[in-house]
Nanobody, 118 residues
Framework: VQLQASGGGLVQPGGSLRLSCAASGTIVSLLTMAWYRQAPGNQRELVADITRDDTPTYADLVKGRFTISRDNAKRTVYLQMNGLNAEDAAVYYC?????????????WGQGTLVTVSS
């Protein structure tokens, strides 16, 4: 299973970005998909996740600013990020819980860098 993340970049404070992450490979069922982030010197933290039936959960720091969504037909999860500030700068990683012939497993994307600077 491969997760290909994209959409990161440089944005000014208050700006917006939309991240995408597409899953491919041997997948029987794509369960919860999530976005994590890791800033330099910090541990990786959960930003948001979304279940197969579209129930989202958000970290308190991003509630009201970020929106997670998914397209099951495209096996893709999105993260719309609005009102970005310096504290949001990090490498963002997508995660997918997958059922395949090897059982239930978690997979990670390669990360996409978000930089917030004026």
């Amino acid at each position: 299973v491969q997760l290909q993340a994209s959409g990161g970049g440089l944005v000014q404070p208050g700006g917006s970005l939309r991240l995408s992450c597409a899953a491919s490979g041997t997948i029987v069922s794509l369960l919860t998909m999530a976005w994590y982030r890791q800033a330099p010197g910090n541990q990786r933290e959960l930003v948001a996740d979304i279940t197969r039936d579209d129930t989202p959960t958000y970290a308190d720091l991003v509630k009201g600013r970020f929106t997670i969504s998914r397209d099951n037909a495209k096996r893709t999860v999105y993260l719309q990020m609005n009102g970005l500030n310096a504290e949001d700068a990090a490498v963002y990683y997508c995660n997918a819980r997958v059922v395949n012939k090897w059982g239930l497993n978690d997979y990670w994307g390669q990360g996409t860098l978000v930089t917030v600077s004026s």
